[in-house]
């Protein structure tokens, strides 16, 4: 897409340079989505990403009309979640329980000073949210490197008005933000996140349900994410869907939590931003679990991030081998 100039002028970086190869895309607020005929919308909740609901096949399946999670009817392959010490073989285990990113080690600790923020300046929060994701791009990309794995920074679409992305409308009910596999793409409300966050002013909210959004990419570039949906998606009852579902969104907590625990020097990242991030995520678990239970209890969702701010490694994000009481 060709940028314009007021999207090359807000691409200036903190001292962080894109490598030669890559192209990394942003669309500014106001910019419509990309169109995808015969998807349905999807509507969303709490940390929403379209990653961990939306039944798409890495073919690009069309998706029926939207439904709640526990509603969706997905094809694909049967698989079972495998319990903790089992030793489960196969393509399962390998992508989920044995994936090589749970062997990069910790990551590295990054120069990644908070923006400065002004949450009722729309154009503050969008600048806010592509510095961190500037820093959020050259962490996660230098941790593949470590295992020579391939990664590709996420597009970007801070939207303003409404729009189409591959995995449906936006906005939808209670959508702030969502992360769709079909195109890699972040999807941020630069002023529904701020509603969504009951107008809070202190910015390692706004960056930890970024950080939690770009979690769900790191899945998706270790391969996670892709067996996961076609897997959740074979399953039959809604009991099971939304255990496949916690596992992902708790596993996205983690990771979100380890970028911050990285760079929590230079954020700065103390005892109260620490307090204020795991506020924020107990509010985004379930909290009403008689109408879905998707993201987690709010006491493991908390749990998990904090597991990431304190390890900073992958291989301590394993919710997949997790026991049931933890996935809750």
């Not at 001292?15 to 190869?21: A, F, S, T, W």
């Not at 749970?102 to 400065?116: F, I, N, V």
């Not at 303003?160 to 959508?175: H, I, L």
């Not at 239970?293 to 081998?321: I, S, V, Y």
Request: net charge negative; with cysteine; aromatic share 8%.
């Amino acid at each position: 897409m060709v940028r314009t100039e007021s999207m090359l002028v807000r691409e200036k970086r903190s001292g962080l340079r894109p490598r030669p190869h890559q192209q990394r895309q942003r669309f500014s607020f106001g910019v419509l989505g990309v169109v995808a005929a015969g998807l349905g919308a999807i509507g969303l909740a709490g940390f929403v990403s379209a990653a961990t609901i939306m039944e798409e096949q890495a073919s690009g399946t069309a998706l029926a009309p939207a439904a709640p999670a526990s509603e969706m009817e997905p094809t694909g392959a049967t698989s079972e979640i495998p319990e903790e010490g089992a030793g489960s073989e196969g393509i399962e285990h390998e992508i989920l329980v044995a994936n090589a990113l749970y062997d990069t080690g910790p990551l590295d600790s990054s120069d990644c000073p908070a923006p400065d923020l002004d949450v009722t300046e729309p154009e503050s929060m969008e600048a806010y949210l592509h510095e961190l994701t500037d820093c959020l791009d050259d962490t996660w990309e230098r941790q593949f490197d470590t295992a020579d794995l391939a990664f590709s920074p996420p597009t970007r679409v801070y939207w303003m008005t409404e729009g189409q992305s591959p995995c449906g409308r936006y906005p939808a009910a209670d959508t702030a933000a969502f992360y769709c596999r079909a195109n890699q793409a972040l999807y941020l409300g630069v002023e529904h996140i701020v509603e969504n966050t009951q107008h809070a002013k202190e910015p390692e909210k706004y960056s930890m349900l970024l950080s939690h959004e770009y979690g769900h990419h790191v899945q998706g570039e270790a391969g996670i994410l892709d067996y996961y949906q076609a897997t959740r998606g074979a399953e039959s009852t809604a009991e099971r869907k939304e255990a496949w579902t916690r596992r992902s969104e708790l596993q996205a907590n983690c990771l979100g939590g380890a970028f911050l625990g990285s760079v929590a020097e230079s954020f700065p990242i103390g005892e109260e931003e620490r307090g204020n991030i795991l506020e924020d995520v107990r509010t985004r678990g379930d909290v009403e679990p008689e109408r879905q239970r998707t993201h987690g209890t709010p006491e493991n969702g908390a749990m998990w991030t904090e597991h990431g701010l304190d390890r900073q490694d992958p291989a301590a994000c394993n919710t997949w081998d997790a026991r049931d009481e933890l996935v809750e």
